[in-house]
């Protein structure tokens, strides 16, 4: 990493993030994608369709672009944004930990009414293993770009150049603002459960335990709201 990693780095690095993540909801909210979804696939298959596009839509932003500004502008590596094997057995702890209280939690809840207008994100009435699949790996590959972008390259920059707390702040602060279109629900939510991830980062020296939490928070809320709700099932018949 760049020895000139500063309070100016800091807000570049902010930026960058932020800009990132606002051409990704331009270009992955546009009617037309919509449009061109539903002609090419009919609905209900265009739902699926167009959240995969959206996610890797977020891949290219959050991943590849985020990459090559810290490649290009900051000369770091992958290892020092917390791409690494670091602390294995802590990064296992909290992912096993965390993933037995979301799961028991997203269990319990996943009836809930307003829980079930957001999730699954692919409103389509049939899930079998082909769908199943690609939305599982889309959400990885969201997911794996999506933490690089905030416990990676975002938390580790500030946290180099300003110190642990201010670091945490600017993080759980953007990620707060990310999630407004989602609702006053998770938008609140996200300030506790981003300081958290922020913290775990800290601890295990890379972005696996955050990365592997928030996908089983996604995964979870998806298929657990696909059986609480009679318009969605599993179908796992030969086509």
Known sequence: MSPDIDTTACVLTTASVAVAFLGYYLLAGLGRLKSWAGYAFGNPEASL?????????????????????????????????????????????????????????????????????????????????????????????????????FRGLLFFICYKGMGLWPAIAVNAILYSVVHIPKGKKETIGAIPFGVLLCLITVHTGNIWAAFFTHLTLALSNDYFAVKANPEFHFSFQKR
């Open 49 to 149: 369709f167009l959240v995969v596009v959206q996610r890797l839509i977020g891949v290219l932003f959050l991943g590849v672009f985020l990459l090559a500004y810290a490649k290009v502008f900051l000369s770091c590596t992958l290892s020092e944004l917390g791409i690494n094997y670091h602390a294995p057995l802590a990064t296992l702890y909290w992912i096993t930990g965390l993933a037995a209280v979301i799961l028991t939690i997203n269990f319990f809840f996943s009836s809930n009414p307003n829980n079930l207008k957001i999730y699954p994100q692919a409103r389509i009435p049939k899930w079998g293993v082909l769908e199943i699949l690609l939305n599982s790996l889309s959400w990885a590959a969201y997911l794996l770009a999506y933490e690089f972008a």
